[in-house]
């Protein structure tokens, strides 16, 4: 059974730094580096929205709101997925997600950690 754990939320000042971790387990061997893995955020009352995805194939590709200021990054060999954010505002306080997705139908999520940025 694939799970996703996040770690590395907690509370912060504007303009600091996180840097949030998701750890793998349950892929058959050999498998984890086949599928995409994304962090995704979320905040009350608001859909869940895409951060940056770390492709199969060793692509990256941010949101608008995250290309200058987050780094995504993969251990296929750890099972790791980290999300370094920096120069954080208080608009990114939201719940950070990890997903494993591969083939539009095996589709993992974790169950997030909740960062929240002061003025």
């Known amino acids: 059974q694939v799970q996703l754990v996040e770690t590395g939320g907690g509370v912060v000042q504007s303009g600091g730094s996180l840097n949030l971790s998701c750890v793998a387990s349950?892929?058959?061997?050999?498998?984890?580096?086949?599928?995409?893995m994304s962090w995704y955020r979320q905040t009350p009352g608001k859909d869940r929205e895409l951060i940056a995805t770390?492709?199969?194939?060793?692509?990256?590709k941010y949101a608008d709101f995250a290309a200058d200021r987050f780094i995504i990054s993969r251990d296929n060999l750890r099972w790791t997925l980290d999300l370094q954010m920096n120069n954080l505002k208080p608009e990114d306080s939201a719940t950070y997600y990890c997903?494993?997705?591969?083939?539009?139908?095996?589709?993992?999520w974790g169950r997030g950690t909740q960062v929240t940025v002061s003025a």
């Open positions: 349950g892929f058959t061997p050999g498998t984890y580096q086949n599928y995409a």
């Open positions: 997903n494993a997705e591969f083939g539009g139908y095996f589709d993992f």
């Open positions: 770390f492709s199969a194939g060793g692509f990256t």
